[in-house]
């Protein structure tokens, strides 16, 4: 490497103590009026991404009927922006602003009033760009796709539960699963476990998977409900696993497993005919 190499900084994203000395300009133009402040904040916004020569709207959060919120964005070319907000009774306050750049990526922050502080209050990044895909895209909630394991049979005549499990690999975290939102073929299960088990496709390897109990009773009622007919000794079903994670994404899978129709009169029936053979 040549030791006369200069880096360059990365100018997209300034400090925030470049809008401390731009906001303190700021305010020696706009006078600012004595008001309740909210000292508390956070900003969200529906996606990342924003479309071009559209409006796009920040949500703020903070203390109800506080006034003169500032939000900030600073662009790659360093433009700055302001709007006072006021918070409703319920503590919400929404920004809508629109931009003509594709590839800007624009920071927004949340300030209070007095001061005018160095740190914000809470920020989000919008990047803006003129193609849709990206906006539909960003609009679908993320899914995760999960390996699903159990023993392979569904016995219609036999009553009890079956066992259908998440199975670990060690790179997900099976804790971020939130039990309560899955379903199997939309049945929600009778309890969960996490153990290690030996029916997942790697078998007992030392990682700690999530185990569901699903009454037998209730899935075969599901899925003759959604093949709108009896289920067919021998025939092979995929059953959906579905649920959400703790960040609200969506966690989804399938498990083929044979029916068997065959009760324990059917066992014997066959027993007898053999022995007549």
Known sequence: MKEDKFFRPD????????????????AMVFAVPSVVVAQTGEVSQECGFA????PHTITAKGTPGATDMFFYSIAPHYGLY?????????????????HGSAGDVIEIGLFTAAGF?????????????SDDQDLLSCMEPSSQTVNVGGRGKLNVK??????IMICSDGEFDLYSVDPETVTLAGVQPERWKYKDRRFCPGGKD?????????????I????????????????????DLAGSLDDDSLLEGTYAVEIIKKG?????????????K
């Open 11 to 26: 100018r997209r994203y300034a400090s925030w103590a470049a809008l401390y000395v731009l906001s303190l300009l700021a």
């Open 51 to 54: 479309l071009t020569d559209n």
């Open 82 to 98: 302001w709007e006072a907000a006021t918070f409703d009774e319920n503590g919400i306050a929404t920004f809508s602003y629109t």
């Open 117 to 129: 502080p160095s740190n914000p209050l809470g920020v989000v990044t919008t990047t803006w760009t």
């Open 158 to 163: 036999k009553k009890g539960a079956m066992r």
């Open 206 to 218: 030392g990682f700690v998977d999530l185990v569901f109990k699903f009454k037998n009773k209730k």
């Open 220 to 239: 075969v009622e599901a899925l003759e409900g959604v093949l709108a007919r009896e289920l067919v000794d021998g025939e092979e079903v995929e059953l």
């Open 264 to 276: 324990k009169k059917a066992k014997r029936c066959k027993k007898k005919k053999m022995a007549k």
